[in-house]
């Protein structure tokens, strides 16, 4: 029997973001056939609501109003640096 | 002569006696002489202390110079973790990895509306370092005005000056003055897009510079923060 299985894992940078990793597996009577796998990040900024449940339990626990109003500033700080550039 | 001998015992005397322990010693010899050989031919001296000194996890074997200068992988593969073991030495290979990645565009920071006939990317990750292939074909540039910036690469660029990488384009229906630019924001992951005057006036491409039926391909590599 064919099935296809797709699980995710993440990976919290130093500063928040987090990298989420959807794995995709074809098996055949349990046996993977093939895994693939699709990338994208999400920062404290970010909108969560279509994401994974366990990425939501991820950004619900460490996006606090207190950590997303420091990745703010900071962002300014970068955009700040780069303008000067 | 063959180097290695072995001489059966015959006859019906079970006596140990001094021909016996003589083959005895010579077997012995010989077993030391077959450990060498196995021994040179995995590029180690007997004498180097290079082997693990048992098979536990986190042990390393090393290979010295000059023994063996070339590795052979017949089957063709080398497999490295699913879940990279980082490591801080810069002579180290940690990860390879292959996958995809869903490339967007938005303007002043949204995408209200913004709607894509494809949108496909590609990435390797090697070591510290992603190399990334991307299309875009918008069927819709949306109602959001502002900056222009292409969204989603596959992992964050490291955050210094010297990791803004700068990807190389072909695209279509997206107007500009002189030269067209991009770079890979650090810590983000998106490309900021620019246009650059002969003059040398630097402004940043906005939803006005994009048709709705624009449609960009991009290759660019990064340092993953």
């Known amino acids: ?85 | 002569m063959p180097r290695y001998t072995y001489q059966q015992e015959s006859g019906t005397d079970q006596n140990v006696n001094t021909t016996d322990k003589c083959d005895a010693y010579e077997d012995t010899n010989n077993v030391r002489r077959i450990l060498e050989d196995l021994g040179t031919l995995l590029g180690h001296s007997k004498r180097d202390d290079a082997y693990p000194k048992n098979g536990t996890a986190g042990g390393s074997l090393t290979i010295p110079a000059p023994s063996i200068t070339t590795i052979n992988l017949t089957g063709g593969q080398i497999a490295f973790p699913a879940t990279q073991a980082p490591s801080a030495n810069a002579n180290t290979l940690d990860d390879y990895e292959e996958g995809a990645w869903t490339p967007g565009v938005s303007f002043g920071g949204g995408v209200t509306g913004i709607t894509y006939t494809s949108t496909t990317g590609l990435y390797t990750k090697i070591g510290n370092r992603a190399f990334c292939t991307g299309y875009i074909n918008l069927s819709s540039k949306g109602t959001d005005v502002g900056n222009a910036l292409i969204t989603g690469l596959p992992f964050t660029c490291k955050s210094a000056d010297a990791a803004g990488a700068v990807p190389s384009f072909r695209f279509d229906d997206i107007t500009f003055a002189n030269v067209f630019q991009g770079m890979v924001t650090i810590n983000t992951t998106t490309i900021q897009l620019t246009e650059i005057t002969e003059a040398g006036a630097l402004t940043t491409l906005t939803n006005a510079n994009f048709d709705n039926t624009c449609w960009i391909n991009l290759s660019v590599s990064y340092e993953i923060a």
């Open chain 1, 1 to 85: 029997m064919l099935e296809k299985l797709i699980t995710f894992d993440q990976q919290i940078t130093e500063d928040g973001q987090i990298n989420v990793r959807q794995i995709t597996r074809i098996l055949e009577d349990g046996k993977e056939l093939s895994k693939s796998y699709h990338r994208h990040v999400v920062t404290p900024l970010d909108n969560v609501e279509n994401e994974d449940d366990r990425t939501k339990l991820i950004a619900s626990a460490i996006y606090t109003p207190e950590f997303v109003k420091m990745y703010k500033e900071k962002i300014k700080e970068q955009e700040a640096e780069l303008k000067n550039k």
